[in-house]
């Protein structure tokens, strides 16, 4: 026989060899999967407590608490920039880089989707939002956020209009947080714009530079839709919210956040997301409670005309 006619024998019988292999795979694995027992490792696993994933097919959900801290910086704000010296003395800090360290690790963890998928639970909703105000020596301050307002291109601080008044901001970055803000403040509006001191700020933020591009690109359209009585304190900023949004509660840039800021800009009460029937009731219950303090404060710091002081009082000629 010829070396070329063994070399064919030879890959035939190799051929029908693998075929007859794969026909047995084929045709016994799931007849010898389905009687052998179930390991014991996949029982333990199925039985093993502990936290069980958020798509797990059980149809329950964890129920939301309420607010458990106070929002904002623990820094009084200000409108003054710091200088090359200042951030040269914070970079050389070694707490206040470690801060930055620790956030940078948090955010190279969540996905790009992160905020669109977190609305499937609660529609982006955190917290339920407290029913009384904080307390004034537990609040934090509401941090200085520059914008220019919608009516005149002006710029303008929260810091400075804040001060001295009873505020309500909303921030906004989508369509739909407009409309969890409008919920939230409909009423509280209705009822208190009207009120020297009470004011409503909008803050349109946009840190991406492109939207931002695009918002001022169509604010004649932006104007229409704001009540001329509103464009005033309407700001539109592009401020890097980047290390303060955790203090501030923002974890979510698709949803409304809504904050009562009293007259020391401290933040007294705060809401997130689509608001309950309560939390619409306790955001105007806290804001008149507020209100009539500063009124209170106002009416004991005038000085009453009809009493004469003794510095009022005329010296006696001699």
């Known amino acids: ?9 030879r890959n035939s019988c190799l051929r ?32 093993a407590p502990g936290p069980k994933p958020d798509g797990e097919k059980s149809g329950k959900k964890a129920e939301l608490g309420p607010l458990q801290r106070p929002l904002g910086v623990t820094q009084r704000p200000t409108t003054v920039v710091k200088t090359t010296t200042q951030k040269l003395k914070d970079l050389m800090d070694s707490d206040y880089r470690m801060a930055q360290r620790r956030h940078l690790i948090k955010e190279a963890n969540k996905g790009y989707f992160h905020d ?18 904080i307390r004034e020596d537990r609040a934090l301050y509401l941090p200085n956020i520059s914008g220019s307002s919608l009516l005149d291109k002006s710029e303008k601080h929260t810091t ?8 309500v901001i909303s921030m906004l970055s989508t369509k739909i947080s407009e409309i969890h803000a409008k919920a939230f403040t409909d009423l509280t509006n209705a009822r208190f714009l009207s ?20 918002v001022n690109l169509f604010l004649s359209g932006l104007r229409k ?3 001329s009585e509103l464009q005033a304190n309407y700001l539109i900023s592009g ?3 980047e290390y303060v949004r955790e203090a501030m509660g923002m974890t979510n840039s698709r949803v409304g ?16 997301a689509d608001p309950t029937a309560e939390e619409i009731q306790s955001l105007e219950s806290c804001t008149g409670v507020l209100l009539k303090r500063l009124e209170r404060k106002t009416q004991q710091g005038k000085p009453d005309s009809s009493k004469k002081t003794v510095s009022d009082t005329p010296e006696p000629s001699p």
């Open 1 to 9: 026989m010829s070396l070329l006619a063994q070399w064919s024998a």
């Open 16 to 47: 029908s060899h693998t075929h007859v292999y794969l026909r047995r795979t084929i045709y016994t694995s799931p007849r010898r999967l389905k009687d052998a027992p179930e390991s014991p490792n996949a029982a333990s696993k199925d039985s």
């Open 116 to 133: 669109l998928n977190m609305t499937r639970q609660h529609g982006g909703k955190t917290w339920i939002a407290p029913k009384v105000l």
């Open 160 to 167: 400075t209009l804040c001060f001295g008044k009873i505020s």
């Open 195 to 214: 009120n020297p001191h009470y004011q409503y700020i909008q803050v349109n933020l946009q840190e991406n530079v492109m939207k931002a591009f695009l």
């Open 225 to 227: 839709t704001v009540p």
């Open 239 to 241: 401020q890097n919210m």
């Open 257 to 272: 956040y809504v904050y009562l800021v009293d007259e020391n800009l401290r933040i007294r009460w705060a809401g997130c």
